[in-house]
């Protein structure tokens, strides 16, 4: 059998040690052990995250999304106003959360492909309102929005929630440099651990404001002080998923010893390398701007005449996933994930060897190696 290959902008293919770390056996959720290494991982997420000593790490039991709703529930009471910047999937699905949690929704919409605009941003946060909300990495289109701008902009007046999915763990983030009061990302994307916990990391001035709140938090389950009493006091709040600690401690480790910094030029340099490549058969950026590609999800319009579906059909054939578009973009563009251990050159030359046989386009692979040559990354 051909060995899957996962290119998709998440989940990522599992990080080794994270994998062999799947293999312990069961502790209880209360061990001293597991609460040594739940130490361990809040030490780690604040590294990662470039939090504060005050800021309150943790992990909620369940994906990307639970740590977006989670951050709404605790953050917004029913009829608090909300600024959420929306220029593609996930930045409309931080809408709607908000809207069921009974706040006020002001949209700051981009068109997908674009980043959202700062000054339109800085317009909406005149008005002080208790939140605001942005995509750091827009996975469905392959935008990077101007979150620690965002940030910067809001300090002081309004708390600031950064979804970084697709960019904690692999690229620079500074959450409290930049003044970001909550962050989320989920265990199968940039840190390539598997799918089922979400990272969190909570600002001081978050926590006040939680403690603020006129109503209770009502989604029991990641009342964040529910969950410090767990991580911080060692004290029963739910079972927590022991075997995805240790995955995601194995593979947090491994991200910090890497060292952030060489795993961002690891992707920089691959997604140029990949879009070098794949440029002269036709394909083109759908993000137009230069500085609003993420470099974690590279999007690709398809070349004329090339049918998205058969093509992706037969890679998979091959064992080889890569994604299409979403909505409005569907059979029109591709989007190439270069999250963790997704970003190695070794996966993208079978990618390109497939591909060179099914489009008859025997330059592409040493288009690629000529370029990973000139930057020194060939592992
Ligand atoms: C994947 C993703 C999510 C949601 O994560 P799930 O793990 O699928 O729940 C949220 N935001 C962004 C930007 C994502 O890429």
């Not at 940039?190 to 009502?218: D, Q, Y």
């Not at 036709?282 to 993420?294: A, I, K, Q, T």
Request: charge should be negative; charged fraction near 20%; glycine fraction near 8%.
């Amino acid at each position: 059998m051909t060995e899957p290959l996962l290119l998709t902008p998440g989940p990522t293919p599992i990080q080794p040690d994270a994998q062999a770390a799947l293999h312990k056996p069961m502790l209880g959720h209360m061990d001293p052990q597991v609460f040594e290494l739940n130490a361990r991982i809040q030490r780690n997420l604040r590294r990662m995250y470039g939090a504060a000593e005050g800021a309150f790490t943790a992990l909620a039991a369940g994906t990307g999304s639970l740590g977006m709703e989670a951050g709404f529930a605790n953050l917004l009471e029913p009829g608090d106003e909300i600024v959420v910047c929306t220029n593609g999937e996930f930045g409309e699905r931080m809408a709607e959360m908000s809207e069921r949690y009974g706040a006020r929704v002001t949209r700051i919409y981009a068109e997908p492909g674009r980043a959202v605009d700062l000054e339109e941003v800085r317009a909406a946060l005149a008005s002080e309102p208790k939140l605001v909300a942005v995509v750091h990495g827009e996975t469905s289109t392959g935008v990077i929005n101007p979150a620690p701008e965002i940030a910067r902009a809001a300090f002081g007046r309004t708390l600031v929630t950064v979804d970084a999915v697709t960019t904690a763990g692999m690229m620079e983030f500074c959450m409290d440099e930049w003044g970001v009061d909550y962050a989320y990302t989920g265990s199968q994307k940039c840190l390539s651990a598997p799918p089922g916990v979400a990272p969190i990391a909570v600002s001081a001035r978050a926590l006040e404001a939680v403690r603020a709140r006129k109503t209770p938090v009502s989604l029991w389950y990641c009342d964040f002080e529910g969950m410090q009493a767990y991580w911080d006091r060692r004290q029963y709040h739910h079972t927590v998923p022991v075997q995805l600690h240790y995955a995601l401690d194995a593979a947090l480790q491994a991200a910090l010893d890497e060292g952030l910094e060489a795993r961002a030029r690891r992707t920089i340099t691959l997604n140029a390398a990949v879009a070098e490549a794949l440029l002269p058969l036709g394909f083109s950026h759908f993000v137009e701007n230069p500085r609003d590609r993420l470099p974690t999800v590279l999007a690709l319009r398809l070349p004329a005449g090339l049918e998205d579906a058969p093509l992706r059909a037969a890679l998979r054939e091959r064992g080889i996933s890569i994604t299409g578009g979403l909505g409005a973009t569907a059979g029109k563009i591709w989007r190439l994930g270069l999250m963790g251990e997704a970003a190695r050159p070794e996966h993208y030359r079978r990618l390109f060897r497939e591909l060179a046989v099914l489009l008859g386009a025997r330059d592409l692979e040493e288009r690629f190696e000529a370029r990973l040559a000139g930057c020194a990354l060939s592992h």
